[in-house]
C-alpha cells in the first residue's frame, strides 16, 4: 500500500496547508516531540463509503477493512455517506433498504469494535411518502447506524470525541445542536483533548473548487478559538479529496473517500483509474497522545487491474 504522512507538529505561528497528491512533502517543524512517544489510542477512519452494488464494491470494501483491522486500531471513526445514494428525489424503498443491507453484511467484518459514525448527505431517504414514514429523515440513519443520536459524544483515555450533523439549513449545526456543542465545550475540564468529527468539512483547502464546508464555519472558528485549550483536531470527508489545514492551533483534516470515484474507473480529472481527481481511494490512521497532539496517516487502498 502507498501512504501519504500527514503529521501534526507545526507551531502555532506557522500555518501548513497539504494538498492531495503531494508526497514525501516537508512539514513546517520536525515531529522529534513524537518520536519517542506511544499513541494512547489509535483509531481508523472510513468516510463516504457509498456502498453499493456493482464493480465489486462490497469485496472491495470488505478487503479494505480486513487490511484496517491488522493496524491494530482501537475504534472506528465514520464520516458518513456510509450508503451510495438514498437522497436523491428517485429513490424508491427497495433501492435504501438494499444498500443499508450491503452496508450490514460489509460492517460484520468489524463486528468485534466500536464504529462511531456520523450522518452524511447521502444516507438520508427525504422521498420516502410520508414524513411518518418509519425510513424517513434522519430518524432512520441513526438506527441503521446504531449511533445514539445524530449527534453525540463520548470519551476516551483522556480524549473527548464530538459527532456533529450538519445536514440542516446552510449545511450548519442548528440552533439546539449549537447550543449543546457549547455547553459540552465549556463544561469539560481544561485542557481535555477534543476530537470533533462532521462529514461536511468545517475548513477545508479543496472547497474553493470542489464540494463545500460547513456554513457556520465563521461561528464554530471563534467558538473553537474560545476553547482553544480544548480542541485539536476536526475530521471530515465529503470532499473525496484529501487536505490539511490549520488555523489557531486547530488541525483541519478532510481525508479522501474509500469508495474514491464512487468504486468507478474515473473520468478524465481523474489522475489515476479510481481516483477522485488526484486523491486515491482510502482511509486513514489517526494516532492520538496524551499531550493533545496527533498524526493523521492517509493509507491509499489497493484498486483492481484496469
Known amino acids: 500500500m502507498k501512504r501519504r504522512n500527514l503529521?501534526?507538529?507545526?507551531?502555532?505561528?506557522?500555518?501548513?496547508?497539504?494538498?492531495?497528491?503531494?508526497?514525501?512533502?516537508?512539514?513546517?517543524?520536525?515531529l522529534e516531540k513524537n518520536l519517542n512517544k506511544k499513541p494512547i489510542l489509535t483509531i481508523a477512519h472510513?468516510?463516504?463509503?457509498?456502498i453499493r452494488n456493482g464493480d465489486d464494491a462490497p469485496a472491495r470494501f470488505e478487503k479494505s477493512l480486513k487490511e484496517i483491522k491488522k493496524q491494530k486500531v482501537d475504534f472506528f471513526l465514520n464520516g458518513g455517506d456510509s450508503i451510495h445514494a438514498a437522497d436523491y428525489k428517485d429513490i424508491k424503498r427497495d433501492s435504501v433498504i438494499e444498500q443499508w443491507g450491503?452496508?450490514?453484511?460489509?460492517i460484520k467484518q468489524i463486528s468485534e469494535y466500536e464504529v462511531h459514525s456520523c450522518i452524511g448527505n447521502h444516507d438520508i431517504w427525504w422521498a420516502a411518502p410520508s414524513t411518518d414514514d418509519e425510513m424517513y429523515g434522519k430518524d432512520y440513519v441513526v438506527r441503521r447506524?446504531?449511533?445514539?443520536?445524530?449527534?453525540?459524544?463520548?470519551?476516551?483515555k483522556g480524549w473527548h470525541f464530538i459527532i456533529l450533523?450538519?445536514?440542516?439549513?446552510?449545511?450548519?449545526?442548528?440552533?439546539?445542536?449549537?447550543?449543546?456543542?457549547?455547553?459540552?465545550?465549556?463544561?469539560?475540564?481544561?485542557?481535555?483533548?477534543?476530537?470533533l468529527m462532521s462529514h461536511y468539512p468545517i475548513l477545508t483547502v479543496t472547497g474553493t473548487w470542489e464540494g463545500g464546508q460547513h456554513g457556520d464555519h465563521k461561528e464554530l472558528k471563534a467558538l473553537f478559538y474560545k476553547h482553544k485549550?480544548?480542541?485539536?483536531?476536526?475530521?471530515?470527508?465529503?470532499?473525496?479529496?484529501?487536505?490539511?489545514?490549520?488555523?489557531?492551533?486547530?488541525?483541519?483534516?478532510?481525508?479522501?473517500a474509500m469508495s474514491g470515484f464512487w468504486w468507478g474507473k474515473g473520468d478524465k480529472r481523474s489522475a489515476k483509474p479510481y481516483y477522485?481527481?488526484?486523491?486515491?481511494?482510502?482511509?486513514?490512521?489517526?494516532?492520538?497522545?496524551?499531550?493533545?497532539?496527533?498524526?493523521?496517516?492517509?493509507?491509499?487502498?489497493?484498486?483492481?487491474?484496469?
Open 145 to 156: 447506524l446504531k449511533i445514539p443520536n445524530r449527534y453525540y459524544s463520548f470519551s476516551k
Open 102 to 106: 450491503i452496508w450490514d453484511n460489509c
Open 46 to 50: 472510513i468516510t463516504d463509503v457509498h
Open 165 to 195: 450533523d450538519g445536514n440542516n439549513k446552510n449545511t450548519a449545526l442548528d440552533s439546539e445542536q449549537y447550543k449543546w456543542l457549547e455547553n459540552e465545550l465549556e463544561n469539560l475540564p481544561a485542557n481535555t483533548p477534543v476530537l
Open 7 to 30: 503529521l501534526k507538529s507545526i507551531p502555532l505561528a506557522t500555518a501548513a496547508l497539504v494538498l492531495g497528491d503531494l508526497k514525501n512533502v516537508a512539514l513546517a517543524a520536525p
Open 276 to 306: 477522485y481527481q488526484e486523491t486515491a481511494p482510502g482511509y486513514a490512521i489517526l494516532k492520538l497522545y496524551s499531550d493533545g497532539t496527533l498524526e493523521n496517516n492517509y493509507i491509499e487502498t489497493e484498486q483492481p487491474e484496469v
Open 229 to 256: 485549550d480544548k480542541v485539536k483536531v476536526c475530521l471530515s470527508g465529503h470532499q473525496h479529496l484529501l487536505d490539511r489545514a490549520w488555523y489557531n492551533g486547530v488541525e483541519y483534516y478532510c481525508n479522501g
